[in-house]
């Protein structure tokens, strides 16, 4: 699979359908969290999205809640094998949120309240690919699945669909986080296996 370049499109995908190689099928939704699980408020939470040069744009819950909202369904893939098809989420684009940030960065490190930390390229949180998601299956999002509010990037292995969402840091620069640094795939696509470091 070295010939891909990573990148959203012209991705292969695997022979047995929806399932990328290696995933099995679940039917819950499992927690995993490396950490005890952060209680926000949706008083004081907001989400701030901090350009190259510190240029800082920020929303509370209330500007989050002002703006128009998408009701995505999506397959997940988690890097610990299960996949779980046809989730039901609620939440705003990530195109909306970034449409009036200026910025030259290739690289998104986003980060949680409770210090989680996960890298994306800024291309695959653009162009209707992610969400700051805060609705699950017609519910408020629940705190264990990172309510108040979580970006969703279902291309890529859920590790990257930070929960609990604070801030997004545009950089010129890529920064490994928490997983990332220990290991795990610097991009993460679960349709060419790519969990841990040279995949
Ligand atoms: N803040 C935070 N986000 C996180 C994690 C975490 O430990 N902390 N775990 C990641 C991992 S490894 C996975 S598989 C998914 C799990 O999401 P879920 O608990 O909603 O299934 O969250 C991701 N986002
Ligand atoms: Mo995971």
Same mark, same amino acid.
Request: glycine share 10%; net charge negative.
């Given at each position: 699979?070295?010939?891909?370049?990573?990148?959203?499109?012209?991705?292969?995908? /695997?022979?047995?359908?929806?399932?990328?190689?290696?995933?099995? +099928?679940?039917? @819950?939704?499992?927690?995993? /969290?490396?950490?005890?699980?952060?209680?926000?408020?949706?008083?004081?939470?907001?989400?701030?999205?901090?350009? +190259? #040069? =510190?240029?800082?744009? #920020? %929303? /509370? %819950?209330?500007?989050?809640? !002002?703006?128009?909202?998408?009701?995505?369904?999506? &397959?997940?893939?988690?890097? #610990?094998?299960?996949?779980?098809?046809?989730?039901?989420?609620?939440?705003?684009?990530? @195109?909306?949120?970034?449409? &009036?940030?200026?910025?030259?960065?290739?690289?998104?490190?986003?980060? /949680?309240?409770? =210090?989680? #930390?996960?890298?994306?390229?800024?291309?695959?949180?653009?162009?209707?690919?992610?969400?700051?998601?805060? =609705?699950?299956?017609?519910?408020?999002?629940?705190?264990?699945? !990172?309510?108040?509010?979580?970006?969703?990037?279902?291309?890529?292995?859920?590790?990257?669909?930070?929960? %609990?969402?604070? !801030?997004?840091?545009?950089?010129?620069? &890529?920064?490994?986080?928490?997983?990332?640094?220990?290991?795990?795939?610097?991009?993460?696509?679960? %349709?060419?296996?790519?969990?841990?470091? =040279?995949?």
């Amino acid at each position: 699979m070295g010939t891909f370049s990573p990148g959203f499109r012209g991705r292969p995908r /695997s022979s047995s359908g929806r399932l990328p190689p290696g995933q099995y +099928e679940a039917y @819950d939704f499992p927690v995993l /969290s490396a950490g005890p699980t952060p209680w926000v408020s949706r008083d004081t939470w907001q989400v701030t999205v901090t350009s +190259e #040069t =510190g240029a800082e744009h #920020t %929303w /509370s %819950w209330t500007d989050l809640m !002002g703006l128009p909202s998408e009701r995505p369904t999506v &397959d997940l893939h988690c890097v #610990t094998k299960w996949s779980k098809f046809d989730t039901h989420w609620q939440g705003v684009s990530l @195109d909306l949120l970034l449409a &009036d940030v200026e910025t030259a960065a290739e690289f998104a490190l986003v980060h /949680s309240y409770g =210090g989680y #930390t996960t890298n994306l390229p800024l291309e695959d949180i653009l162009d209707g690919k992610a969400w700051i998601a805060y =609705g699950y299956d017609g519910d408020d999002l629940y705190p264990e699945h !990172g309510g108040p509010a979580r970006p969703l990037v279902p291309h890529l292995y859920l590790w990257k669909s930070a929960k %609990w969402v604070r !801030g997004i840091q545009l950089r010129l620069d &890529d920064e490994p986080g928490f997983w990332e640094s220990a290991g795990y795939h610097e991009y993460g696509d679960s %349709w060419r296996d790519q969990r841990y470091q =040279g995949d």
